[in-house]
């Protein structure tokens, strides 16, 4: 089992320029979830998408979109690049509601994102 | 007033030592409690999950206070292998779609020391 991956790790674009960073799971997860990781600013969720064929904003989506293109893959792409996009994005996999009600969730390894 | 609050420290701490930290959370409606493990430049990953009867894991031990809605994480015996930042993550449901909305804190830093 790989996890989760995300495809690319290290990123560098110009501002406006257009990406779509890559994630996939393979443990038949339901739940699919972006986040941007800032110093000294912790995790914070931009999309969610709690099963197949459903996408969600979270706390900040502004300058982003997504697509839950089957139950393994979740990618998200930035259209118009901005130096405030620089950041480190991980992507993140579910199971869903358990017996006891929670989740754990699973990341995957980060991707390293500058904008110039 | 951030949904989850943690104190950034950093602690430094000796090997052998017991240390805490507290985790605040604002939204009462919160239904499930976590910490998470990050080290340097990789990915968070799940420690443990927290129950409001409390909880333990070697020589880790969380606890839940609903009254009060914080969270805290004690480790005993530091290792040097503990260094790493201690994230709280709190789930509340989303009421219209049912899924589990997770907000992270910004984490504690623990640097144990020989």
């Known amino acids: 089992n790989a996890g989760v991956t995300q495809t690319p790790k290290f990123q560098v674009l110009k501002t406006g320029q257009s990406m779509t960073l890559q994630c996939a799971q393979d443990?038949?997860?339901?739940?699919m979830y972006w986040y941007r990781q800032d110093p000294g600013m912790g995790l914070r969720l931009i999309y969610y998408?709690?099963?197949?064929?459903?996408?969600d904003k979270g706390e900040v989506p502004n300058g982003y979109n997504v697509s839950r293109l089957n139950k393994r893959e979740f990618s998200l792409r930035l259209e118009s690049a901005a130096p405030s996009q620089t950041s480190v994005y991980f992507c993140?996999?579910?199971?869903?509601?358990?017996?006891?009600?929670?989740?754990?969730?699973?990341f995957g390894p980060g991707t390293r994102l500058l904008v110039l | 007033r951030k949904e989850v609050e943690q104190d950034p420290g950093p602690f430094n701490v000796p090997e052998g030592a017991t240390v805490a930290f507290n985790c605040t959370y604002s939204?009462?409606?919160?239904?499930?409690f976590f910490w998470y493990r990050q080290d340097c430049r990789k990915e968070p990953k799940l420690l443990m999950s927290?129950?409001?009867s409390g909880n333990e894991d070697g020589r880790f031990t969380a606890q839940l206070n609903r009254a009060s809605q914080y969270i805290s994480l004690l480790i005993r015996d530091s290792k040097l292998s503990d260094s790493a930042t201690y994230l709280c993550?709190?789930?509340?449901?989303?009421?219209?779609?049912?899924?589990?909305?997770?907000?992270f804190g910004r984490g504690t830093s623990l640097i144990v020391h020989p």
């Open positions: 927290v129950y409001s």
């Open positions: 443990m038949n997860h339901n739940s």
């Open positions: 939204n009462s409606a919160s239904q499930s």
């Open positions: 998408s709690a099963s197949e064929g459903t996408t």
């Open positions: 993550v709190v789930n509340r449901r989303e009421v219209v779609t049912g899924s589990y909305i997770p907000t």
């Open positions: 993140a996999s579910s199971e869903g509601v358990t017996r006891e009600g929670r989740e754990t969730q699973y």
